[in-house]
């Protein structure tokens, strides 16, 4: 079954979406690594290469349904914070906007009857279920707001 034209739009929207965030946390990455964290520098590397790798499923996905997946411009992204606790207080904000998208796409796979699309979503929605409640499960260590505690946060981060 042939993925419709307007499922296929949808998913190309979401795939620049996905590009879009997976470039955002490359440059908090580089600001980290700029401002000497090495472990909330390699914690969101760890993000963009996953927002990247959503995009290539999802245009995988289009593909495999035989649509057609076509690669737009992507916005700039920021490149300075105040400070790292700024940086995850943006990022929750970012991940809840990621949210609203994927909850969007599964409404066109509603509407379009398509179970193929709704199946292949859900896994998004799960997974915008562990990565809010990651980045709030950080948020809360900063809550503690000593230099000991956001070099805890940071070793922790570091380990992967």
Known sequence: MNISKKMQDAFN?????EFWSSNLYLSMAFWFRKEGWKG???????????????ALDMAEYVLNRGGEVKVTAIDAVQTEWAD??????????????VTEYINALADVADEEKDRA??????????????????????????????EHAIAHIERQLAQG
Do not use: P
């Open 40 to 54: 909330f520098a390699g914690w969101m590397f760890r993000q963009s290469a996953e927002e990247k790798e959503h």
């Open 84 to 97: 790292a606790k700024t940086i995850f207080e943006e990022t929750l904000k970012h991940e809840q906007l």
């Open 117 to 146: 699309s709704q199946n292949f979503i859900g896994k998004y929605i799960d997974e915008q279920v562990e990565e809010e409640k990651s980045v709030k499960d950080i948020l809360d260590l900063f809550k503690q707001q000593d």
């Open 13 to 17: 929207k979401q795939i620049a979406a």
